[in-house]
């Protein structure tokens, strides 16, 4: 892996969650530049988590979204999740499952790469889902992919939002002085949701110096969405994994990964 020769990257993950690529980008010999623009915060409710958490025996399916549902489901039942009354387990993404095994879960699907939504329903195991009764767990205003098609394949779907996402309120002036002095060489975004809080936050007197920046993202809806904002510079890494962004972010900075 060639090293990234002191370019600036900038990670725009909330803050709770960037450590680790950061890390990795500063190894690689970049320069790491932090703008969360997003805060996960728990939901208001969590007398109604522990109440649907207790009542499990009623679905075959527990679905735990990210990370995040799963450490915030913990958050709002005294670190528990009782997964014994369900009959299925599933884990989408692997940091998602390694979070239930560290809470005592057992995980019994995971989705292959991409580690998505998609990747979960194109699995054997959820075709035949008549009168299946399936709860999600997940933040507020999350994708609707997954119930939507499972519904179509003949499940009964309940949702958990056990977290949810703000706008984070990070000072931006860093950013904003590298982004007029052209020293910010790359951008990584890892949702939607986060693409659009960036743009809010630096301003749209800033916007066509980013749209001229080298994009990062990590699914090609999140590619969509950045063509049909104005960003020109592109590329989808294989996977959401911090390893598989880095990789993407050291070929952007040799000039060789640009598809579109």
Known sequence: MTGLNGARVLVTRPAHQAENLCRLIEKSGGVAVCLPTIAIV?????????????????FQWLIFVSANAVNFALKANDGKIPQLKVRHCAAIGKATANALAIAGVH??????PPYNSEALLAMPEMQSMQGQRVLI???????????????????DVHYLNVY???????????????????KLDIITVTSGEI????????????????????????????KQMAVDMGFKRITVTNSPSDEAILETVNQNNRGIAWPN
């Open 42 to 58: 728990e939901s208001d409710d969590s007398s109604a988590i522990q109440k649907t958490l207790a009542h499990l025996d009623g």
């Open 137 to 155: 767990v997940r933040g507020e205003g999350g994708r609707e992919e997954l119930a939507t098609t499972l519904l179509r394949r003949g499940a």
């Open 195 to 222: 693409l659009q809080n960036l743009l809010i936050m630096l301003g749209a007197a800033h916007h066509r110096q980013l749209f001229s920046l080298p994009l990062v993202v990590v699914s090609d809806r999140i």
């Open 107 to 112: 995980v019994d699907l995971t989705p292959k």
């Open 164 to 182: 949810k996402r703000i706008m984070s309120s990070t000072d931006n002036a860093n950013v904003i002085a590298l982004l007029e002095q052209k």
